[in-house]
Every structure is written in C-alpha cells, then in structure tokens.
C-alpha cells in the first residue's frame, strides 16, 4: 500500500508518501480500506518534534492520522464477522500508533461506528473528532433565540459547525474569520454577523451591527487579540467558554495573537463566566472516559446524518499530505481537512 511516513521530525516537507507493507489486523481488530483520513493542528505539533504539544511524540519512523473512514476489508482474530465489508469511521485515539494517513489502516473494533445511510466518508471524519468536540463544547450552554453567540475562527473544522448550530438555535451568531472568502463562507453558514478579524476595526463594526446589543455567549479557540477582543463584546453575565488557543505560535495567527485569554478576575469584575471545557469536564456530562467519548461520537454523527449540520470539508489528495499540514498551519484551510487516498 502507499502511506505518508515521518522519519525525522521537522517541517512539512518531512512527510513523505511512500510504499510500505500492508498492515495486519490483530485479535479484535478490523482492518479499513481507507476512503477519507482526518489531519487535526494537533499532526503538525507532532510532526515539528514539539516536545512541549498535548501528546507524547511518536516513535519514528511513523504513519500520522488518528481518524480514517472507510471499508473493512479485513479482521483479525475473534472479531465480530458481521464487520466485513461495513462501511465504517473510527476515531482511533490519541494514545494509538497513528496510522490513518494511508490507504490501508487498522481499528478496534469497539471504536468502529457504521456510516449512516448517506453520509459520505469525509463528512464522517470531520464528525468523528471535530463534531464530537463541537458538541461538547455546547453542552456548557443552552442557547436560544435571546442569545448573541460570537464564534472566532468560524470557518475553521469547529467554528463551522459552531456557527450552524447557534443558527439552529434561533441566536444571532457574529462571525469572526480571516480574509473575505472565509467571511463568506460565515455567512453562508447562517452567521447574520460576519466580520474579518484581520481588519483591526472588526470590534467596533461588531458594535455597530449589533446597535449596541451585547453578546451573551463566546466561543472561544482562538485566544490572542482576537479572543479578548470577543470577550469585549460581552455583557454583565455573559459566558466565555474556552477550547483552545490556536493563535498561540500558528504562522498566518489572528493578527496580534499573542496566545492565552483574557485576565479571569477582571472577567469576574464584569460578571462574565468563564471556562475552559475541554478534557474530563466535557466528558463527564456524556458519561465520562471513553464512554462520553463514543457517546459524543454517536451524537455528532446523527446530527449529520439529519442534516442538521453540514460539515465544511477541505480535501487533499494523500500523496500531498505535507501541502495540507502547510495550509493547516498557516491558516490556508477551511472547515476539516481530510486526506483522500
């Protein structure tokens, strides 16, 4: 089969695609023909050697990707025989050996979800970890058509789907993306607000469109100017939930980005609430461990699968897995990017 390996950490170009053996399926494992592989921000940390990223560094050389989507072609010993020939996505976890950037790739068998009846396998790889993430995310609050919802990086993997289910939701949701095509993509996601954080006047063309209502709830991944300039649209007892702050040391970051939030006690001042909700807080609320995980998973997928949600998807073919992780960094992306063998 062709893989995209790493065998020394560094930049992008350091991915290589390549031939390599086929891989096996162990006892209770299935192994997937792989039609869609996801690459999160996370890949890239891992990919430069960063010792200081979220997980472990991988043993090298190394096969990245832990989200593949596909068709299993093969099981190992004492798994379930019904498998064969599912269509199927698995997320496989990040304390696994990676692998899914490949055209073969292997899964637990109790990771394995089946694809709902018409929907395709990208979709599923930008529900499987970013949907499942998105939604646990607002499991924190409960919107309605009283809220003002500001979502940064709204045409990111999470900001889409965050700004489709505020729609949902009857709220009025501002937008924040940068350069006019993401700003239109907001808008064409359902945001009323859409606004280009790379113009420094962005927050008082928020206020203005806004006539001076202010914002109930923000969402926030991005951290840096951007995110503390969000959090000023916010009213005495508003929400600033936390997941993330992608414009810490990211090439092309919102402009000013100088990672981290807003000071908590001048937050508290203002009566605002603020947390962060990734880790076991999220997972508690499903029913912790990997059951809140799987049970988040089940969840994203279905909320697709009605379509109530639509997955904004960026493709790359396999073979060009170094020019996805470059766009990855430097903001050239919109929504999940996936990889397609």
């Known amino acids: 089969m062709h893989a995209v390996r790493l065998h020394a950490f560094g930049p992008a170009e350091n991915l290589t695609h390549e031939r390599t053996d086929d891989p096996l399926p162990g006892p209770g494992q299935v192994r997937i023909a792989v039609a869609a592989a996801g690459v999160h921000l996370v890949d890239t940390t891992q990919r430069s050697g960063d010792p200081n990223g979220p997980y472990v560094l991988p043993g090298l050389p190394y096969v ?55 929907l395709d396998e990208a979709a599923a790889i930008a529900m499987i970890g970013t949907g499942r993430t998105a939604l646990g995310i607002l499991s924190f609050t409960e919107l309605t058509a009283d809220d003002v919802v500001v979502v940064p990086a709204a045409a990111g993997g999470i900001g889409s789907l965050l ?12 937008a924040l993306a940068g350069g006019p095509a993401k700003v239109a993509h907001a808008r064409e996601l359902g945001a009323g607000i859409a606004l280009d954080y790379t113009d420094p006047a962005w927050p008082q063309a928020a206020r203005a469109a806004l006539g001076g209502r202010p914002a109930t709830v923000v969402l926030d991944g991005v951290g840096g100017d951007v995110g503390r300039e969000a959090v000023g649209l916010l009213g005495t007892g508003g929400l600033h939930l936390v997941f993330g702050w992608s414009s810490q040391g990211r090439t092309g970051a919102a402009p000013g980005g100088q990672g981290g939030q807003p000071d908590a006690e001048e937050l508290a001042a203002r009566g605002i609430t603020s947390r962060s909700v990734l880790g076991p807080a999220m997972l508690e609320r499903f029913g912790g461990g990997r059951a809140g995980l799987r049970r988040l998973e089940e969840l994203s997928l279905a909320e697709a699968a009605a379509g109530n949600v639509v997955p904004t998807v960026h493709r790359f073919p396999l073979a060009r897995a170094a020019d996805a992780h470059r766009a990855l960094e430097t903001r050239g992306t919109m929504g999940k990017v996936v990889l397609v063998p």
């Open 64 to 118: 990245p990707g832990r989200e593949v989507a596909g068709t299993v072609d093969a099981l190992g010993e004492g798994t379930d025989p019904t498998w064969l020939g599912a269509r199927v996505v698995a997320h496989l976890g990040h304390d696994a050996p990676g692998g899914g950037y490949a055209e073969l790739a292997v899964a637990d068998a109790d990771r394995l979800h089946r694809l709902p009846a018409g």
């Open 163 to 174: 700004v489709q289910y505020a729609r949902n939701a009857g709220a009025t949701v501002v």
